[in-house]
Structures are given as C-alpha cells and as structure tokens.
C-alpha cells in the first residue's frame, strides 16, 4: 500500500509539472505566436570520447527553445506531436537532416524549423545555429558561437547556449530591451554541465523507446526505461536541485514496475 501511494503521488507530481507554463518576457497572443520545431543537433565532435556529448544533440536545442519561448514569440512544438510525426516518417535517434526535418514540420503544421551541430575539441565547444522558414525553406537566422567547454551553460554572460539563443533572437529583428536579455540571460535550467548531459541523454533515451516500441520486446523496453532513469538520477546526483531532472525522474518511475 505504501508503494502504491508513493507511486500515485508521483504521478500526481508529473501531471502539475506538465501543466505548468514558462514565464514570458512578451505576452503575446497564443494565435499570434510561430510555432516553431526543433531537431537535435549533430554531434560533430572528434576523437574517442566523441559519445560523451550526445547529451548536448538535445541538451542545446532544447535551452535555446526555451529561451525562445521564455522571450514569448514562439510557441515549441509538443513533444507528443514531435514523436507522431517522427513515427509517421519513420526516424530513429541517428539525427535528422534538415529535408526531412522540414518534411515533418509541414506535417506538423509549424512555421519554423530549429537545427544545428557542435563540436567539442580539446576543450572548446563551437555551436552553428539556424532558423528555417519551413514553407520556403529560406533561412531567417543562423549563427556560429564558441568558447570553452565549461561555459556552455554558465556563468550566464559568457553561456556559449545564451549568446547563441540572443544573437539569433537578434538576428530576427526582435528588439530585445536590456531588460528582457538580462531575463532571458539569468534563467538557467542548471549550472552543472554534466547533469544537463545526462538528463538530456536520458530524454534521448525515451524518445528512442517511443519511436522503436514495436521493433523492442518488453525486456528491451524495459532495460531501455532503467537506464533512462539512471542517466536522471546521475543528471541529480550532479545537481540535486535540477528541476527537469526531477520532472523527469518522476516520469519514468510511473513507467517502470514498482520494485524498480
């Protein structure tokens, strides 16, 4: 009964956290906001340690879209409608070009597509970034930011993530007050680079699941979920106070059986 309880609070907890809204800088109207896609990142990175960044294939992306609806204008596609369309043209987690990401979001209905690459060497990390007009596919925004490995996130005036989200808000035409940067600019998800690494890998993780479901047996899925939920409470272990962690941890615990 204990378990069951524990197990029902849980649940609660992921419904509240999915109903909750971001913060927006400009309240602009839902009808008027472009709705807009994203794809993850290549990962263009060199030498052997080259997989320890898959987590920022989806790490980056998603920050700067969240920065990009923090500001108010955009409004991201749904993570359930992302992985219907991605079904529907039959992708797996190996990345996706932009064709076809322009392919899925005109199934989608979006205005923009969201796509890029990095490249961790030695230290540093390169970002390229760019916005696409997904009916003409005429690019509206694109931008190249690096700097040392260790700012990636923060501190917030040197996040390599941050100056990529404002130079491409920038390049838009959106005249950003000091007010409004200095907003987007201090809302961090985590500081810790490792725990955004993690979490974003384990969201990887559950995507491949969904996308896969009816080629893995149930063992499979399920020893998916548990490593799923390992990278999540690593992300936490990192940074205990790591808020889409904790979402995250909660949402694989209502998938898993009790006893793990």
Known sequence: MKKLIIFLF??????????????????IPNVDKKSILFVDFD??????????????????PSMILTDFQTFGTFRPITEADRIRALKEVSL?????????????????????????SFTEFNGNLSVSAKVVRIETGESVSSISKNGPTETVLSPPERSIIKKTSLGLLSQMNYNLTTKEVDFITNKIETKNLQAAINNYKGEMILETVELKKN????????????????????????DPDYEKAQKNLSRIVSLLPPTF
Do not use: H, P
């Not at 849980?10 to 309240?27: D, H």
């Not at 960044?53 to 980056?60: H, N, Q, S, V, Y």
């Not at 797996?92 to 597509?113: F, H, P, R, S, W």
């Open 10 to 27: 849980q649940i609660l907890l992921l419904n509240c956290a999915m109903e909750q809204e971001v913060t927006v800088v400009r309240n």
């Open 215 to 238: 080629t893995f047996s149930s063992s499979e899925i399920l020893e998916l979920r548990k490593e799923a939920k390992n990278s999540f409470k690593v992300a936490l272990q990192e």
């Open 92 to 116: 797996a987690q190996k990345g996706v070009l932009d064709e076809t990401g322009l392919k899925i979001g005109k199934l989608l209905g979006a205005e923009y597509l969201f796509s890029g």
């Open 43 to 60: 990962n263009s990175s060199l030498g052997s340690k080259k997989a320890d960044w898959d987590g920022l294939k989806r790490a980056i």
